[in-house]
């Protein structure tokens, strides 16, 4: 078992649609981050967070540390945030990230 | 502008021959990474270094090495020991381990 599970692995929506994309993971962590993988293979960050809640524009995401999960939601889904989004966690005591899988997201016009 | 930059962005590599891919940053990281990425896959831990002239092995070390000679370069060698070199390769880095990570824009690595 991954010690990092996303969920769904593909995602297909209409435009305008709310978007959850989950992220469950089996070790203490310092740190969770949220990734974009757009189709061209670039990687941006999209939030780094241990506690609580960020927003940045339609995205927002989420953080349950006792229960070892976070979410990612987009609100007002449009076609240019398909993408792969990554989940990723900083395990405590270590430098480096373990990745999930990743989930396809794709939005309809 | 400061940013992160792999080159080449494509790369061929016969059989028997080593190949090096380049990483370099202008970002005053401390810490720098490398990952290979295999269709349908998550992104898995090459090498990563976290400070000049010292680096460790990830999940999946054998068949290449790297250096840190200098804090802006992070050069990754692909030998001829890695039976299945084709890839996606990506390049991070961050202000130091288990930060925020600025990825590169990747280098797709193809066997001929």
């Known amino acids: 078992k991954n010690e990092v599970e996303q969920s769904p692995q593909n995602l297909t929506a209409q435009e305008g649609e709310f978007i959850t994309i989950n992220c469950s993971y089996s070790?203490?962590?310092?740190?969770l981050h949220w990734l974009q993988q757009h189709p061209g293979g670039g990687i941006v960050s999209l939030f780094m967070?241990?506690?609580g809640k960020k927003k940045h524009g339609r995205l927002i995401a989420t953080i349950n540390i006792q229960e070892k999960h976070s979410s990612l939601h987009i609100t007002a889904s449009h076609p240019r945030d398909s993408a792969v989004y990554i989940c990723?966690?900083?395990?405590?005591?270590?430098?480096?990230?373990?990745f999930g899988q990743g989930t396809r997201l794709t939005i309809n016009p | 502008d400061g940013g992160i930059t792999q080159s080449p962005k494509y790369l061929f590599r016969k059989e028997g021959q080593n190949v090096t891919l380049s990483c370099e940053q202008n970002?005053?990281?401390?810490?720098m990474y490398w990952y290979r990425q295999d269709p349908g896959q998550g992104l898995r831990l090459i090498y990563y270094?976290?400070?000049?002239?010292?680096?460790q092995k990830g999940d999946i070390a054998e068949g290449y090495s790297v250096s840190r000679e200098k804090k802006e370069s992070f050069p990754l060698t692909v030998t001829s020991a890695q039976k299945n070199p084709t890839a996606f390769y990506l390049c991070?880095?961050?202000?130091?381990?288990?930060?925020?990570?600025?990825f590169g824009p990747g280098t797709r690595l193809l066997v001929l």
């Open positions: 991070a880095s961050s202000a130091q381990g288990g930060g925020t990570q600025y």
């Open positions: 967070l241990s506690s």
């Open positions: 970002l005053n990281h401390d810490a």
């Open positions: 990723a966690v900083n395990p405590q005591g270590a430098q480096k990230l373990v």
């Open positions: 070790v203490g962590i310092s740190a």
């Open positions: 270094s976290q400070i000049v002239n010292d680096f």
